[in-house]
């Protein structure tokens, strides 16, 4: 395969760009090293290199790109708001309308503020937890990635941890010592940190169904069991659904599960690939955001009407019978087909599947924490990340990031998928 200009590219973007990149988790440091393709255009579920090659996505732009490249809908959305201004710096009725339409989905978020990111969604919840319950501390669960403000990169998977970094330089002590980390889906663990610091802690902060170190699943009760430990040390429950809303079901883990935390944070998807995020909760908490209340949080760009036309038009579509239905089907016969390929071949895979978002963790131990995760073999993924580049498949370069399948894959699709993973296995090498 030919990438001369993305090689190219990426020469001119290191000395320009730090790292290259613009976000860590576009780099190819995990798998190997050297350029990351550089893409030039993207439609439905493809997209096409500096260089023309064609590539069926599984990265999605790391999640919000559910409907492909390029849906009618949310293209014809932005283009008819550009056209009359994209920023005013004032209220327009289109914030009122989608924000009428995510509470009718979450109804948990009674009152909502936008943001222009997942970051600062989630790191305005914890100040406004901070806020409404007078504590410092929160309580988040290990390799949860919640965006990269101070708080939250204590114990953050995804990003840091992809690149050996366990934590980021630049956050002061005082900070780190306000976070407690506690292994996912272990409650003994969770029941521990709050017996020891419970009257301290502001805010349980957690991925209702973690999608940072892969896709994995709450267990039975573990929900619930941290709503109830919260609650009676007097702790807020903070879900961050910024990776998991409207990705598995037509609203949030939270509807699909019937649990209720007490503040939300959401992004990626309800921007419809427009920057965006937003948090809200009970009217109760909300009413501590200014100018209602004494916590300040706001955005030049929050609630722009670009973001919010696509996000609109985006959740609008996704609404369509059968979207939901549809993306489990192409998940299951993509895994079941992984698996058997799996076996054939000895390669030793767990793979993890939420309706059309699933990880393929190259290790034969049950994955339900960070610790289980980590212990894929991130060499194995490498060699399999590019045997899939070299065929035409583009995954996140990371060996624990999830696949997500979008409404624009079709079957051919996945059966092209299925004869480049088969490809793929026959040449590896695993080494034990
Ligand atoms: N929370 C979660 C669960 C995320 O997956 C992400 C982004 N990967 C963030 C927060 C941060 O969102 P953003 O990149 O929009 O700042």
Not at 125 to 131: G, T
Not at 369 to 391: N, S, V
Request: glycine share 10%; aromatic share 10%.
């Amino acid at each position: 395969m030919n990438i001369h200009r993305s090689e190219h590219l990426y020469k001119e973007a290191l000395d320009v760009i730090v790292g290259g990149v613009n976000s860590p988790s576009r780099s190819f440091r995990a798998v190997g090293g050297g350029a990351p393709i550089f893409m030039k255009k993207a439609r439905g579920a493809y997209f096409w290199d500096e260089d023309g090659n064609r590539y069926i996505d599984y990265l999605a732009a790391f999640g919000p790109i559910i409907l492909g490249h390029a849906h009618p809908a949310v293209t014809s959305a932005i283009m008819e708001t550009a056209v009359n201004g994209v920023l005013y710096g004032t209220p327009t009725e289109k914030e009122v309308r989608f924000a009428q339409l995510l509470r009718r989905l979450i109804p948990s978020m009674e009152q909502i503020r936008f943001t222009n990111s997942g970051t600062e969604a989630v790191m305005t919840a914890i100040r406004l937890a901070r806020a409404y319950t007078g504590r410092d501390k929160i309580i988040k669960f290990a390799g949860c990635y919640h965006g990269h403000s101070d708080l939250v990169l204590v114990a953050a998977g995804s990003g840091p941890s992809t690149l050996g970094i366990p934590d980021s330089a630049g956050i002061p002590a005082s900070i780190a010592q306000e976070v407690i980390t506690v292994p996912y889906n272990h409650p003994d663990a969770l029941k521990e940190a709050i017996d020891a610091w419970g009257d301290q802690v502001a805010a349980v902060l957690v991925e209702p169904l973690v999608g940072n170190f892969g896709i994995v699943p709450p267990a039975p009760g573990f929900l619930e069991q941290v709503n109830e430990w919260a609650h009676q040390a007097g702790a807020l429950v903070i879900y961050d659904e910024v990776i998991t809303a409207f990705r598995f079901h037509y609203g949030g883990v939270q509807t699909l599960f019937n649990v209720e935390p007490d503040i939300t944070a959401l992004g990626k998807i309800i921007g419809g690939g427009l920057p965006i995020g937003a948090y809200g909760g009970k009217r109760e908490i909300m009413e501590k955001v200014a100018p209602t209340g004494p916590m300040y949080q706001a955005g030049t760009m929050a609630g722009n009407p670009l973001s919010i036309s696509a996000g609109m038009a985006c959740i609008q579509t996704l609404s369509l019978p059968g979207t939901y239905e549809r993306l489990d089907q192409m998940g299951k016969e993509l895994c079941d087909a992984i698996s058997m390929l799996a076996e054939k071949y000895g390669i030793p895979v767990t793979i993890n599947r939420v309706g059309g978002a699933f990880t393929v963790y190259f290790t034969d131990q049950p994955v339900v924490d960070y610790q289980g995760a980590q212990a894929a073999d991130g060499e194995l993924f490498a060699q399999f990340f590019r045997l899939l580049l070299e065929e035409g498949v583009y995954l996140a370069p990371s060996k624990y990031e999830a696949w997500f399948l979008t409404t624009a894959h079709t079957d051919e699709d996945i059966q092209f998928t299925i004869r480049a993973v088969e490809r793929a296995f026959k040449k590896m090498k695993p080494h034990h």
